[in-house]
């Protein structure tokens, strides 16, 4: 089951990355004065763009990904073996959708009070946006690969 989710942990561990450079790049260059502290507003849709870039970035990931989601599609029925693939590719457009939707939101109740707990105010709206764009780089990966599959 694994081998249907390589493309999309590939690219969940390169936007988590991506991230984790990108918020200490922004946090360092607001505490030194380079940039104005209101840019932390833009910083989920900075995290949208990186999430983009890692789930459509083809790799040998994606090339397996794909091959196995075929083979698997074609065995489920040979009559119509893009059926199942179709039928993925709207799930996994619908779960992306949705992801990006949610990482565009502001994050929940508790998740603020866990922040806030933690002492820190702004770490509710950048871990939020964060988690939520790695799904959207996780599920727009397989997305990729299942549209590279039909």
């Known amino acids: 089951m694994l081998r249907f989710f390589q493309a999309g942990l590939v690219a969940t561990c390169v936007q988590f990355v991506a991230v984790t450079l990108l918020t200490l790049a922004v946090s360092a260059s607001t505490r030194y004065g380079l940039i104005p502290s209101s840019i932390y507003r833009f ?84 871990a939020w946006p964060a988690l939520m764009t790695g799904g959207v780089a996780c599920f727009g990966a397989m997305t990729y690969a299942t549209i590279k599959a039909l």
Not at 75 to 86: I, N
Not at 89 to 96: A, K, M, R
């Open 43 to 126: 910083l989920a849709w900075f995290y949208l763009l990186t999430a983009f870039g890692a789930a459509l970035t083809g790799s040998h990931f994606v090339d397996a990904t794909t091959a196995h989601i075929r083979h698997a599609s074609r065995l489920m029925r040979p009559a119509e073996p893009d059926l199942a693939a179709r039928i993925l590719l709207t799930q996994l457009w619908l779960t992306t959708a949705g992801l990006i939707v949610l990482s565009l939101r502001p994050p929940p109740e508790a998740l603020r009070q866990a922040g806030l707990c933690l002492g820190n105010v702004d770490t509710a709206s950048i």
